[in-house]
């Protein structure tokens, strides 16, 4: 078992979410998240979509959030995160920040 992972991801907010200063509705924000899971799994790059929807600033980079061990995301996104073999993209996880998808990278 790994103690490092390291990911990109797609986070789409929505009003009322933690630090979300997102206007969609949590339905709205699920549809979106839903539909650029759809794309990803239809052959659309994951940086590229990250770079254009992403309510995180790590849409500058793609979606890279670098590498991180245990304990320094949130459980949902971190248990997601470890369960994927690299080159890997996650359903769509809840958090308090809203949805994301997950991609590791390595």
Do not use: N, W
Not at 11 to 22: K, P, Q
Not at 51 to 77: I, K, N
């Amino acid at each position: 078992m790994t103690d490092q992972v390291r990911a990109s991801h797609i986070l789409l907010m929505y009003a009322g979410s933690e630090r979300s200063s997102a206007d969609r509705s949590k339905a709205d924000a699920l549809a979106g998240i839903e539909d650029l899971k759809a794309q990803i799994d239809g052959g659309a790059d994951f940086a590229d979509l990250a770079g254009s929807y992403s309510d995180c600033p790590s849409r500058a980079s793609g979606g890279d959030l670098g590498s991180f061990g245990r304990g320094a995301m949130v459980p949902e996104f971190e248990d997601a995160a470890f369960a994927l073999d690299v080159g890997g993209v996650s359903d769509v996880v809840e958090t308090a920040f809203g949805y994301h998808l997950i991609h590791r990278t390595a």
